[in-house]
């Protein structure tokens, strides 16, 4: 199989070059070749530099971010379990003086030299839009997803590269964040640095590059100026959708502007008999407060969204729900069922199901496989694996790769994965964390229709996503999440017309 | 009960009592500081009691044939296990995890089975008499050895060589992404593992009159293994603190003696349930530290939006 074919890109020096195309179009694995992680079989990597030209091909990863190429992973690769700043300062290493020996013995000078360090790490720290203070000394595995992402870009600069390669580095982030991200990335390239940048986010591919490559299906289908590219009818085949062609030429406000003027009235109506019942849900980790008194209500057959900034407690909020965590105080029933005190299994078998933030398939088992753990806690097998085929006639996705390793379906597959094996516990409430998480344009398409499908059969959901126009177009109601609080409440079409909420989470 | 008394009425008398327990605690808190520096890298091997065996039988051999000074004989011991250990090292270290633990243990019983009682210079089965045996001088040297070494490891740690096997046990992927050689760092820590095991093995013969080939199988490496996994491993402390605890364990409780191997296991699931991470965790002696500790040092701030 050949992931990348015969692609041939140049980055000029102090470019800003986009890399886009579909789940699986081979984008990652052709930032694998250049940083060293694949060999390829054919072909060469020039780093041309005053200095002169250098083969990167065939050499290893450390020798090649030793040349000033320093990258970011599509899947966080973090030091989990050290702190933020730790993990900035590994990424000093090729930078730093050996002082093996001289450590043995403590000398003045080498703790300059740590201080030193420590202030650089801060300021990188800083820089990304994390705070050194809060954020410094906390180990990287506590940190929110996006809060991660920008650790892992604050680690890359750390080398001091001539060209930094991020990889999704927007992925699970809302438009306000990925605003920064934006800046972030134009201030660097302002003071001189290369970037190679894949993203699946239009918006911020198309205002920030200066040149555009497209791949599918491992080769490249166009290159051009954002212009060319984004009216280019291969690509708007291959990878932006209809849908996502509107959403990517919605100027937030524009057709909405008329109705905005007269601040449109929060419906705050909450459920008369709700299906599940949150009462000033207080969730901790260790001394962190990450819910801090949160009320919702979902009723039968409705789909609830939570949106808010990551970090904000939406994980958290679904996590206590599962009975993964435990609240420190309040209430949170499921039908007669106290999710503050039960387990996590007789959850699931009262009829409360969670599809994971980043899916969490098992890679190595098959599609198949997959889906019959989904029916694990049912008892009527026949009537499961009726239901386990009807899911794959329903998805010819799954359906036509049965017996392939779960780990080889593109991203987005991976998605309806995950949810047709949360439907297969029999869910009464549904709750999803970032369906449209690291997708493409399309993809995110093909999720919410099937969001939509099983929310017509009957089944009830509750939302978290940082997609928060395409949540909120399909949510009866929905909640704002800030800082483990809820700040704004009211239906789905309400909440789109709010000028804070298109000002903070839709990109106005 | 008596023990611990004795260790603080009468420090001399109970030195002078226990004078074997204390070499023999130093020796293992010594093999423990080996396997550490493995683990801080990351690494899973289970070859300590190879490259003890390679520090103990060279002394031995050299001062049954040479007319060399006995610390040279010593240094000449640990620095052979050093050089064994980078050979193994280079086909051993490109495998992971558990799949590291079993070739460095095959190396570990090969060694046993297929050298040593095979070549007549180690006296094959029937062991090696040891000639410059001196079981009350031969603390000295190991009592001494003990905080330089730890010292020096605790300082490696800090240093950046440590800081790259801090970023290779975390994720190697990402360590190579940071510029860092994974395969030399690795094998850096390996040579060095192998260096203070060997030493160990070299100081140990020292206390005996006797090398005896049993002494350097699969239990030795297990029980060396122990050490690490009761004490922790996120600082230098932990290996030592649990190879003085479970040394000393069966002479605190004397009644036990008999069921050494069943109370260590027992102590080993314990730890592994309750405090997967050693008893000295993450930031120091966590469980003695009083509740309000954590708030103390971390004072809660108030959460912005970001």
């Not at chain 1, 001189?192 to 080769?219: E, K, P, S, W, Y």
């Amino acid at each position: 199989m050949h992931a990348v074919d015969d692609v041939s890109l140049e980055i000029e020096e102090g470019a800003i070059i986009g890399l886009i195309g579909p789940n699986g179009a081979g984008k990652t694995t052709l930032v694998n070749l250049v940083t060293g992680y694949l060999r390829s079989q054919a072909g060469s990597i020039r780093l041309v530099s005053s200095g002169g030209t250098i083969e990167l091909a065939r050499r290893p990863p450390h020798a090649i971010a030793g040349f000033g190429i320093a990258r970011t992973f599509q899947t966080l690769r973090l030091y989990r379990n050290l702190t933020a700043m730790e993990n900035v300062m590994i990424g000093m290493h090729p930078r730093r003086r050996d002082d093996t020996l001289q450590r043995l013995i403590p000398l003045a000078p080498l703790l300059r030299d740590e201080d030193k360090r420590l202030e650089e790490a801060s300021n990188l720290l800083q820089r990304v839009g994390l705070d050194p203070d809060r954020d410094g000394d906390r180990r990287a595995s506590t940190l929110s997803y996006g809060d991660q992402r920008r650790l892992e870009v604050a680690r890359a600069l750390a080398l001091h590269p001539k060209l930094l390669i991020l990889d999704e580095p927007a992925a699970g982030m809302n438009p306000a964040e990925k605003d920064r991200v934006r800046a972030l990335i134009q201030q660097l390239n302002a003071g001189g640095l290369t970037v190679l940048l894949i993203d699946h986010d239009m918006r911020l591919v198309m205002g920030v590059c200066q040149r555009i490559a497209v791949l599918n299906f491992g080769r490249k289908i166009a290159e051009g100026s954002p212009a060319t590219v984004s009216d280019d009818p291969a690509v708007i085949t291959a990878y932006l959708g209809s849908q996502a062609q509107k959403s990517a030429a919605h100027v937030p406000g524009s057709e909405e502007m008329d109705i905005v003027g007269e601040k449109a009235p929060l419906a705050t109506t909450e459920p008369a008999m709700p299906l599940l019942e949150v009462k000033d849900l207080a969730v901790a980790y260790g001394a962190i407060q990450a819910v801090r008194g949160v009320s919702f209500g979902v009723a039968k057959g409705e789909i609830v969204a939570l949106i808010g900034a990551n970090g904000a407690g939406k994980s958290t909020i679904l996590n206590t729900l599962s009975g993964l965590l435990r609240p420190r105080a309040g209430v949170a029933r499921f039908a007669e069922l106290d999710l503050t005190t039960a387990p996590p299994d007789r959850i699931v078998r009262q009829g409360l199901v969670q599809v994971p933030e980043g899916r969490e398939i098992l890679a190595r088992l098959t599609i198949r496989e997959n889906l019959e753990l989904g029916a694990w806690a049912r008892r009527d097998v026949r009537a499961a694996h009726r239901e386990i085929e009807g899911l794959m006639e329903q998805f010819p996705i799954l359906g036509q790769r049965r017996d392939l390793p779960a780990g080889q379906l593109s991203g987005g597959e991976q998605q309806i994965l995950a949810i047709a094996r949360g439907l297969l516990a029999r869910p009464r409430l549904l709750l999803l964390d970032e369906p449209s998480l690291g997708l493409a344009p399309q993809m995110v398409d093909t999720v919410f229709e099937v969001i939509q499908r099983i929310h017509n059969e009957g089944v009830t959901i509750l939302l978290v996503e940082q997609n928060a126009l395409r949540a909120l177009e399909i949510a009866d109601r929905a909640y704002v999440v800030e800082t483990g609080r809820i700040l704004l409440s009211g239906t789905g079409s309400a909440l789109r017309r709010n000028p804070e909420v298109q000002k903070a989470y839709l990109g106005g | 009960m008596d023990f611990f008394i004795q260790l603080f009425t009468n420090p001399i008398g109970f030195y002078n009592q226990h004078e074997l327990l204390i070499a023999q605690i130093g020796i293992n808190a010594i093999l423990a500081i080996s396997i550490f520096v493995t683990f801080y890298s990351g690494q899973l091997t289970l070859a300590n009691a190879g490259f003890m065996a390679i520090g103990a039988y060279t002394t031995v051999i050299m001062s049954l044939y040479l007319p060399t000074p006995l610390p040279l004989d010593m240094l000449i011991g640990a620095v052979l296990a050093a050089l064994i250990g980078f050979l193994v090292g280079l086909p051993v270290l490109r495998l992971r995890g558990v799949f590291l633990a079993i070739a460095t243990i095959g190396f570990v019983e090969a060694l046993r089975l297929g050298v040593i009682l095979n070549v007549p210079i180690t006296g094959e089965g029937q062991g090696l008499k040891n000639p410059s045996a001196d079981p009350l001088g031969g603390i000295v040297p190991i009592l001494a050895s003990l905080p330089v070494l730890a010292y020096l490891v605790w300082r490696l740690t800090q240093s950046r060589l440590g800081q790259a096997w801090s970023a290779i046990r975390e994720d190697e992927l990402a360590a190579s992404s940071n510029g860092i050689n994974v395969p030399v760092y690795k094998m850096i820590a390996f040579v060095i593992g192998a260096l203070i095991a060997g030493y160990a093995g070299a100081l140990e013969t020292h206390i005996n009159f006797f090398v005896d080939p049993t002494e350097y199988g699969i239990g030795r490496t297990i029980q060396i293994l122990t050490f690490a996994v009761v004490g922790g491993t996120t600082n230098v402390l932990g290996p030592i603190v649990g190879a003085v605890f479970l040394t000393a364990l069966p002479e605190i409780v004397r009644g036990f003696a008999a069921y050494r191997d069943v109370v260590n296991g027992i102590i080993l699931i314990l730890v592994i349930i309750f405090r997967p991470q050693g008893i000295v965790g993450r930031g120091g002696l966590a469980f003695i530290r009083p509740r309000w500790w954590t708030r103390w040092r971390a004072p809660e701030r108030p959460a912005s939006a970001h």
